[in-house]
């Protein structure tokens, strides 16, 4: 599954503070007031936007606890990197990981030098 590096903060900061409190109720202002801790500042209506944009996806669930809405999310971060690695090891090298790899390490160590 894609996503855009918007998506990816926001999850990150849905997983950092999910760390130490698993079935913490995250809010969109949550997520606004971590993001901007972290330097990235960007409008309430953009949050609950891109939040909305990752409940379609099925990667946040949203739901009602009195007048207020909070979300959660429906991967960790190791079941949503795995996907990734997944999808791209699919797309460009047929599934095959073991190429994949090689194709990593031969281009690391080549920024390395």
């Not at 997520?31 to 909305?52: F, P």
């Not at 009195?66 to 990734?84: I, N, V």
Request: aromatic share 10%.
């Amino acid at each position: 599954m894609v996503c855009g590096k918007l998506e990816i903060d926001i999850l990150n900061s849905f997983w950092n503070m999910c760390e130490f409190e698993e079935n913490r109720d995250i809010s969109i202002q949550d997520v606004v007031d971590d993001l901007s801790s972290q330097g990235v500042e960007r409008a309430y209506t953009t949050i609950k936007t891109v939040m909305d944009r990752l409940v379609t996806k099925s990667i946040l669930v949203r739901y009602k606890v009195g007048k207020k809405f909070y979300y959660s999310t429906t991967m960790s971060r190791e079941e949503m990197a795995l996907q990734a690695v997944n999808e791209v090891s699919e797309q460009f090298f047929g599934g095959n990981t073991v190429s994949m790899i090689r194709f990593i390490e031969k281009h690391s160590m080549v920024d390395m030098v």
